[in-house]
């Protein structure tokens, strides 16, 4: 694997805007899936990320986020724990950012399934030293946020899982994670230095 990691969101260039209702005020979301795992001719990896629409979005129309969810995960986890790190990271950016769920989803024969987010979740890895520098950058700049620290692989509930964050400085936090949500702009200076997650 190269040393560095670049990301590409085909349909970046343009005007990057929020999914939002159309001319007729029909509601359009979004909603996403990695295609393409390619390697440029100068070594470096390139993750080509692809969005598409629900319903009424035209064949070819490009998705354009203004934003961006990111998880950032310190290097040396297992990784059951990487699993379970992430999906406790994200569980609350629905209830901070409603907007960021998108429409329930239903198969062809009706059964009905539970909204995901509208658009995708980049994962990154990092030190400890470059997690605790994200999580510095993250909070300056009032961003939504999230932690999880390595006291809470010793906790069963959210009551204790709360306690033991309280129970700790913010710049002495044993850092295992974090997520972040708001501007792409901003949340790309808040992951720069970390590369994506293998």
Known sequence: MADH???QDLGDAGDPRSPSPDAQGVGIFYHAKIVQDLTEPDGVRLLAMTTHATDDVADGEPVRFDTKIAVMLRSDLEVWQRLNVTAFLVSGLGQR????IGEPYADADGTGYLPMFRQPVLVFEGSKEALAASHARAV???LALSVFTAALFATGNDRDNQAAVRAVRRDDLDLVGIAVYGP???VDKVT???RMHP
Request: cysteine-free.
């Open 140 to 142: 300056s700049r009032g």
């Open 5 to 7: 990691v670049r990301v």
């Open 192 to 194: 720069k230095g970390a």
């Open 184 to 186: 792409r702009n901003a």
């Open 97 to 100: 950012a409603p907007e960021v």
